[in-house]
């Protein structure tokens, strides 16, 4: 389904943050992206929902290149990107996001689901203006609410555990285990360093320093990253990858 052949990329200052990546995600799983802090997952997440450009490689969506495509028309295509800060717009209601999100009118009762999939009280947030007022948690569940009534064919979600409480986080599994339950020829790729995250995913990528370290199914990968406080796929051993 997306495939990355040896993508790379730089910021101004020269400094190389992805270093030849090559990743595959076949439809139908549930991936989750891991590895130390600054190891580059998010600006890899980025570069796949197209807000960044490699300096090279390429970047396929069911065999179709879509390296050079904006944010826009992978969205078109069927890349769905939840961001780790999401974006605010005044004067738009959380009603109007997730119908935007779902392209077009929802009945009522779907509408209210999505809200209660992830722990909020439909009737008191639906009419709520999405402004400065709703706190950094609740937006963050706006959010998630958002891709799941988008229904992309690959949905990218960054850290979305980050900011949301203990109730909530578990809500949020549920919600993740619903989606894996439901994806069927659909992917979602998941950064996190949630244990539980980990758990439930079918492959655990690992990323560090710019470069995938470990890749694999769960089984395989979760016990090395679980086993020592040191991680073995850190490439200096010294970093790690799980929190
Ligand atoms: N525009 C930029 N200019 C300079 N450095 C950058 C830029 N964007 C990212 N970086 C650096 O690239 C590295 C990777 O950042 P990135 O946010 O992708 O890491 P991450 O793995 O998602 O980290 P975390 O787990 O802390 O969220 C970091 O060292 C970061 O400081």
Known sequence: M????????????GKEILKHIDLTIEGGKFVVITGPNGGGKSTLAKTIAGILSPA?????????????RSITERANLGIGFAFQQPVRFKGITVRDMIRLAAGGELPESQLCTYLCDVGL???????????????????KRIEIAMSLARKSKLTIFDEPEAGIDLWSFNNLIEVF???????????????SHQERILEIADEIVVLADGKITAQGPRD????????????????????????
């Not at 090279?56 to 050079?68: K, L, N, P, S, V």
């Not at 009280?121 to 937006?139: F, H, M, P, V």
């Open 220 to 243: 395989q990968i979760l016990p090395h990253l679980l086993k020592g406080e040191s991680c073995s796929f850190c490439p200096n051993q010294e970093g790690f990858c799980h929190e």
């Open 177 to 191: 285990l619903k989606l894996r339950r439901e994806i069927q020829g659909s992917s979602i790729l998941i950064i």
């Open 121 to 139: 009280c439909a009737k008191d947030y639906i009419d709520r203006e999405l402004n400065a007022s709703l706190s950094g948690g609740e937006i």
């Open 56 to 68: 090279e490689g390429t970047i396929r969506f069911h065999g179709e290149d879509i390296t050079g």
């Open 2 to 13: 997306l495939q990355l052949e040896n993508v790379s990329l730089s910021v101004d200052d």
